[in-house]
């Protein structure tokens, strides 16, 4: 056993040192690696800065409460005589005038225009009461002051406000025909209310002609395990009939669907091109078993197994995708590692998020590269452990 393993450290090592002869075949092959690695690595640091942005907003102690089946606020509706039988409803928690805690709201799309390319997109304009901010972790007033109820003034998340055109502190933009004033921006601890703006709700309902009716409910409950008693009196009553769900459990769902999509587009986009840096791997391994047949037919002459020759080529081709592998990584964290973009999200507005590059995400990455090195490696390794030790001296 110990012969084996030193006759495979033997080959490994001379493979290594024959490198230079072989530089700019090697190079090709751990470019072409290292950009497979580097495309799926940014769609998936893509899909895990939208899923955190959104999925960590979310809170279990906040009830989100939308139409049965809306699955999305900005397909809910819910009326005044259902926001008001919620108020009554069991586990919400009370302020200490013994109202309960609740905010609903009204959520609708506006045009904004991104500062990078200068196109249109659907931004979330939500209406909230005197509860609303009260009902998110982390809101902080960052420059500016909190709207004016009954006023045509908005307050923006911080980040569409550095995304998008027109929302800096005193400008004035148009929804609906209607001139309002940026009066506040705000943050939310990077989460996905950074993407909003806010206005007075009564105002908002005017403007869209939407009084008296809602979209959706939050609302504290006095601990997180009183979302299944607020449930089971919304299923009983037939007046409601409301989808009752945590609001870690909404973002959870808001972003898994579109991180998934964002996956499902990364992974055979990088495996088609991991089908052309294949090719590369086989060429240059078949072209270093070629140029070394006379080193492998001597080694096999003295002793060497057939068995260590497979190993030491196949080491080879795991190590040079490696490097493509670490290459691709650093190459995409120095690249992408925070670049901030926005796409549509789960309720058809902007979601402003970071490309987050985690360690489970690079792990996605070198295996990827591992397993371009293993395939390109193995049928040339297979190929020096059969080759007949004449042919090669003398062919």
Known sequence: M???LLQMLAVTAINLRSL???LWLSLATVVAVGLVVMVLLTFLAMANGFQRTIAGSGAEDIAVVLRGGSRAEL???VSLDQVRLIEDGPGIAKRADGKPQTSAELYVTVDGIKRSTRTKANLPLRGLGPQGPALRRGIVITAGRMFNPGSNEIIVGKALGGEFEGFDLGQTVTFNNTRWTVVGIFSAEAGVFESEIWADLPVLQSLFKRTGAFQVVRARLTMPASIDALRSYSDSDP????DVMSEADY???QASSTADLIQKLGWPLAIAMAFGSLAGALNTMYSSVAARAS???TLRAIGFGGFSTFVGTLVESLILASFGGVLGAAATYLMFDGFTASTVGGNFGQVV????LSLRVIGQGLLLALTVGLLGGLFPAMRAARMPIVAALYG
């Open 2 to 4: 110990r012969s084996v």
């Open 20 to 22: 230079p002869k072989r």
């Open 75 to 77: 397909n809910s509706v």
């Open 239 to 242: 007046r409601l009939k409301l």
């Open 251 to 253: 973002f959870a769902q």
């Open 295 to 297: 080193e492998i037919a």
């Open 353 to 356: 998020f970071h490309f987050e």
